[in-house]
């Protein structure tokens, strides 16, 4: 525990990284790993408890949408911009890319899990979709 009460938590880490949980909610970061490459993306989830909350802190990140069907329908996207809020409704199939900077912070409920977040294998054509958004920013273009 940091002076007055503050604790101070440094983000170093590539993937989902849980910070702080407490109570009902939890704050977590979402850094740049293989998994969030536009190439790697295969599969949406969906929450079916809780809205999740993303905030770009670094770099890029393009947020896709499933629709809240049974199963993902059409895809949509928005890039990401610094000091905008983006809520994922409860109920809605979504994933998301980053680049190498990339780093988002994410709030949602502590009990969010696999057992309440079901995930879907795409349809070549929604993984097309993905891909072709993606590509349409030369900062998604991989260096590896």
């Known amino acids: 525990m940091g002076m007055n009460g503050i604790e101070r938590i440094k983000i170093q880490h590539q993937g989902y990284l849980p910070l702080i949980d407490y109570e009902t909610w939890r704050v977590a970061v979402l850094s740049y790993c293989l998994d969030v490459r536009v190439d790697q993306l295969v599969t ?3 929450h079916l408890e809780t809205d999740e909350v993303f905030v770009l802190l670094e770099g890029n990140c393009v947020l896709f949408s499933g629709g809240n069907g049974e199963h993902p329908e059409e895809i949509q996207w928005v890039k990401m911009e610094k000091n905008q809020l983006y809520n ?7 994933t998301h890319t980053l680049d190498e900077e990339g780093s988002v912070l994410i709030i949602e409920n502590q009990d969010t899990t696999d057992d ?3 995930t879907e294998t795409l349809k070549e054509a929604q993984i097309e979709a993905i891909r072709k958004a993606g590509d349409s920013f030369d900062i998604f273009c991989q260096k590896h």
Not at 88 to 94: D, Q, S, T
Request: charged share 25%; no cysteine.
């Open 44 to 46: 949406m989830q969906k």
């Open 88 to 94: 994922v409704k409860k109920g809605v199939w979504h």
């Open 116 to 118: 309440n977040s079901p």
